[in-house]
C-alpha cells in the first residue's frame, strides 16, 4: 500500500493549541446559556491549567470577548481571542481537521459543512472552517464535500472508526457511496483502512458521529460503553457497537483490544426525550482528559475505569449537562491543532 501523502494525528500527539468557540447565543441556549457558558469554562480551565496547552477562542463581538476574559481569568495568558461569527460552538465539526502532510508540515483540511444534513443551519458556521484557517496560519486544503470532524476517529497510523448512518447519510453526500468515502478520507485524511459501525445513539442530531460512541486511546485499543440500567435506550446499540469492533481489525493487522466504561444511563431533556449523553466524548489534551459528567451515579465509575488509560495526564470530569442540552459535550466542541516537530 502506497504511503498516504497526508496523515491525520492520533489526538494523544502534542498540540500547539485547541480551538474553540464562547457560548454566547442566547435565541439557541435560552436559560441554559449561562451554565452552558459556566460548564465551558471549567472545560477551558482545565485543559490549559496546570502547565495545559494554548487556547484559540472565538468570540462573536467585543462584548463576548470581556464576558469570556473575566471568566477565564485564572488561565488568560494561555488565550487568544479572535472576533469572528460562529452560528454556534460546535468546533469539532465547523473547524477545520489538521492534517501532517508528507513534509512534515500542517495542513488545514476544510470541508463543506451543511448543519448536520440540513437539520440546524446557522450563519457563520460553513466559514469557520476557512477563518480558523487562516487564523492559524496553517494552509488551508479545501474539499469539496461534507465531513464533520466528529463523524471520525483517527489512531495517526492511518485507521479511521466512523458510522454508516452518518457518512452514507444522503443528507450529506447522496453522490458518494461507500467505496466513495473512503477514497475521499484516504485522499483528504491519510485513511488507510476505514472501520464501518452502523448507527449511533438514540436522538443524536449528528446521525451517529463516532466521538459519542468509541474513541481510540492508543494504538489498537478502543474505548466504548456499556449500559449498567435495563431501561438504557442504548444498551442494544452499544453492546452491537462492542462487538462489531472487538472483530475489526486496523490498518497495521492489529485486531482491536475494546474496553467497555459504563453509560451514563438515561437523562431526559425539558420534554422528556433520553439525550444522547456520552462519556468517550472527552477531550484528549496534553496535560488532562477532560471527561463530560452529568450528574448520574455512574459519573465516578467511568472517571475510575478512564484513568488508567492515559498515564502520564490527569483525567477530571467537568459537568457538561448544560452543553448537553445543546446536542453535545467536550469533544464536539474543541478542535486540537498539532504540534509541528
Not at 239 to 265: E, K, N, Q, Y
Amino acid at each position: 500500500m502506497t504511503q498516504a501523502t497526508v496523515q491525520q494525528p492520533a489526538e494523544w500527539e502534542r498540540h500547539s493549541a485547541c480551538w474553540l468557540a464562547w457560548p454566547s447565543h442566547g435565541h439557541l441556549w435560552q436559560e441554559n446559556l449561562a451554565p452552558a457558558q459556566a460548564e465551558f469554562t471549567g472545560l477551558c480551565l482545565a485543559i490549559a491549567e496546570q502547565g495545559g496547552e494554548a487556547l484559540e477562542l472565538l468570540v462573536q463581538d467585543a462584548a463576548a470577548e470581556a464576558q469570556a476574559r473575566a471568566a477565564l481569568a485564572p488561565v488568560l495568558e494561555k488565550v487568544r481571542f479572535h472576533q469572528v461569527p460562529v452560528g454556534d460552538i460546535w468546533l469539532r465539526d465547523t473547524a477545520p481537521i489538521f492534517v501532517r502532510e508528507g513534509s512534515g508540515a500542517l495542513g488545514a483540511a476544510c470541508f463543506r459543512f451543511n448543519g448536520w444534513g440540513g437539520k440546524y443551519v446557522l450563519p457563520g458556521d460553513d466559514q469557520v472552517a476557512g477563518r480558523v484557517a487562516a487564523l492559524s496560519g496553517v494552509p488551508a486544503r479545501v474539499h469539496d464535500w461534507i465531513l464533520e470532524g466528529g463523524s471520525i476517529e483517527a489512531d495517526g497510523e492511518g485507521t479511521l472508526l466512523t458510522t454508516r448512518q452518518c457518512l452514507l447519510n444522503p443528507n450529506r453526500n447522496p453522490g458518494l457511496d461507500e467505496a466513495g468515502i473512503e477514497a475521499a478520507l484516504r485522499t483528504d485524511l491519510g485513511a488507510e483502512k476505514v472501520l464501518w459501525l452502523d448507527e449511533g445513539l438514540l436522538n443524536d442530531h449528528t446521525d451517529g458521529h463516532i466521538d459519542t460512541l468509541a474513541r481510540f486511546v492508543a494504538p489498537g485499543v478502543v474505548v466504548c460503553m456499556e449500559a449498567r440500567e435495563a431501561d438504557d435506550p442504548n444498551a442494544a446499540t452499544l453492546d452491537r457497537l462492542a462487538a462489531d469492533l472487538a472483530a475489526c481489525t486496523d490498518a497495521r493487522g492489529r485486531r482491536l483490544r475494546v474496553l467497555r466504561i459504563p453509560s451514563p444511563g438515561v437523562l431526559l431533556d425539558d420534554e422528556g426525550e433520553p439525550m444522547p449523553a456520552s462519556y468517550v466524548n472527552f477531550y484528549l489534551g496534553n496535560r488532562s482528559v477532560v471527561v463530560p459528567t452529568y450528574g448520574t451515579p455512574y459519573d465516578e465509575a467511568a472517571l475510575a475505569a478512564l484513568a488508567p488509560l492515559f498515564p502520564g495526564r490527569r483525567v477530571v470530569g467537568r459537568s457538561a449537562r448544560a452543553i448537553l442540552s445543546g446536542g453535545g459535550a467536550f469533544h464536539c466542541i474543541t478542535q486540537q491543532q498539532p504540534e509541528v516537530p
